[in-house]
């Protein structure tokens, strides 16, 4: 009788971890529910004040594109070397701290 007793006391421990599980996935799916609803208003509200953003949008765009400036002629010499001593690192098929400790020798020198 004993034994059957801890039997199904232990079955009970058991299972009571399972239950538990369910609880909070369906805790989750009803906060989800709950949240759709704010996620759509969101998602409408912006739909009336599009053009607008378009505008800014773009207006910012355009901004961007008569800020972008050339390389100095000193940047496009470290580019150069760049492309270089990585030119040669692949060449020798260095990788990982060799390579990194080629490159660093390689754009002092």
Partial sequence: MKNWIAAAMGLMLAVSPLAFAQDKADEKKAAAAQAAPKAEEKKAAPAKEAPKAGEKKAAKAAKKEQQKKE?????????????????????????????????STCMKG
């Fill in 71 to 103: 390389p100095t002629a000193k940047q496009k010499a470290q580019q150069e070397k760049m492309r270089a001593c990585a030119k040669d690192a692949g060449a020798k098929k260095l990788k990982g701290d060799e390579r990194k400790k080629f490159m």
